[in-house]
């Protein structure tokens, strides 16, 4: 069983930055896939930056790429997701999520085809941007 524990959400105004991280425990691979999504109120679930743990392969949604900076840490078992240049617009709950491979999401919607690639979750943290 992997556990996923999300911290760093909060509020700010427009153009202000927050940093997210996600703490991976339990069993996990070596080398394993980890993503960031988000799902406002009345919307569906969009994927908006995935990580290969224990590589270097970065993965971004067109919306964030610019604005939000994904890494990981020396421990490889946690990622951060930096959010730069806020808009109300990302207002969203964000989770984080694990899987095994991150090889195919250059091929995939973050809308549509990356959340089938992960099969762990966490609870979420909440990000709210005031115009």
């Known amino acids: 069983q992997v556990q996923l524990v999300e911290s760093g959400g909060g509020s700010v105004q427009a153009g202000g930055s927050l940093r997210l991280s996600c703490a991976a425990s339990?069993?996990?691979?070596?080398?394993?896939?980890m993503g960031w999504f988000r799902q406002a109120p009345g919307a569906e679930r969009e994927g908006v930056a995935a990580i290969y743990i224990g590589g270097e392969s970065t993965y971004y949604a067109d919306s964030v790429k610019g604005r939000f900076t994904i890494s990981q840490d020396n421990t490889k078992t946690t990622s951060h997701l930096q959010l730069n240049s806020l808009k109300p617009e990302d207002t969203a709950m964000y989770y984080c999520a694990a899987g095994i491979d991150c090889s195919t999401l250059d091929s995939e919607s973050p809308r549509t085809g990356w959340a089938m690639m992960f099969g762990h979750w966490g609870q979420g943290t909440q990000v709210t941007v005031s115009s």
């Open positions: 339990g069993y996990i691979y070596t080398r394993f896939c």
